[in-house]
T-cell receptor
C-alpha cells in the first residue's frame, strides 16, 4: 500500500455539515491526489498536490478544498456537504516518471 | 475530450476459464497505459504498464496488449481463479506541457465462479 492510510474509512454526515478526510503517507512522496469513485464513472480527480502548500484543481473540484501543510498529510475538506458528494474517496501518491499510482483503501462517505 | 471506454462493463466466468477485457481510448498525446485491479473495498493496484512501443506484456496469468494505431488495449486473464474477481480499470496517461494527465475508464467488473 506504499504507506498510505486514509481516515476515516467510513463516515455518515448530514447535508450542510463540514467534513474533512485525511490522507497520510510515510514515504515522503511529492505528488498526492484525491479522487472520487462513483458507479458509472471512472475515478475522477478532485484536487492534487505537488508539494507543501502547492495544490491545484482537478476536473471535479467544485465544493471541495484541500490543504497540505506537511509532506505526509493531504487533507480534503467538504465545506458544506451535499448529497451529491456521497461517494468513495481515494487518496493516491505518484511514484516514478510513468505515473504509477498507489492508492489508499478509500473512505466511504454518505451525506444524508 | 480525452476518453477511455472499457468493455464489457461486467463479466461472469467459471473458474479455470480465460477471459479478455477491452479498453478503447481517445487520449492525446499518448504516453502510456496502465491496467489496475481493484478488489472490493480496496484501492486499485497497478498490474502492468504499456508504453507506446510495447505490444504485449505479461504479469503472471495477466497479459496486456496495446495497439497504438487503433488505440486499443486488452487484458487477457488465463486460467482464472476465484481471487481474480475484481474490477479492472484501464488508465491512459497523456503527457503535455502542463504535465501528465490521467484518464480513467469506468472499469470492468469480473466475477469468477467456482
Amino acid at each position: 500500500d506504499a504507506g498510505i492510510t486514509q481516515s476515516p474509512r467510513h463516515k455518515v454526515t448530514e447535508t450542510g455539515t463540514p467534513v474533512t478526510l485525511r490522507c497520510h503517507q510515510t514515504e515522503n512522496h511529492r505528488y498526492m491526489y484525491w479522487y472520487r469513485q462513483d458507479p458509472g464513472h471512472g475515478l475522477r480527480l478532485i484536487h492534487y498536490s505537488y508539494g507543501v502548500k502547492d495544490t491545484d484543481k482537478g476536473e471535479v473540484s467544485d465544493g471541495y478544498s484541500v490543504s497540505r501543510s506537511k509532506t505526509e498529510d493531504f487533507l480534503l475538506t467538504l465545506e458544506s456537504a451535499t448529497s451529491s458528494q456521497t461517494s468513495v474517496y481515494f487518496c493516491a501518491i505518484s511514484v516514478g516518471s510513468n505515473e504509477k499510482l498507489f492508492f489508499g483503501s478509500g473512505t466511504q462517505l454518505s451525506v444524508l | 475530450k480525452n476518453q477511455v471506454e472499457q468493455s464489457p462493463q461486467s463479466l461472469i466466468i467459471l473458474e479455470g476459464k480465460n477471459c479478455t477485457l477491452q479498453c478503447n481510448y481517445t487520449v492525446s498525446p499518448f504516453s502510456n497505459l496502465r491496467w489496475y485491479k481493484q478488489d472490493t473495498g480496496r484501492g486499485p493496484v497497478s498490474l502492468t504498464i504499456m508504453t507506446f512501443s510495447e505490444n504485449t506484456k505479461s504479469n503472471g496469468r495477466y497479459t496486456a496488449t496495446l495497439d497504438a494505431d487503433t488505440k486499443q488495449s486488452s487484458l487477457h486473464i488465463t486460467a482464472s481463479q476465484l481471487s481474480d474477481s475484481a474490477s479492472y480499470i484501464c488508465v491512459v496517461i497523456a503527457m503535455n506541457n502542463a504535465g501528465n494527465m490521467l484518464t480513467f475508464g469506468g472499469g470492468t467488473r469480473l466475477m469468477v465462479k467456482p
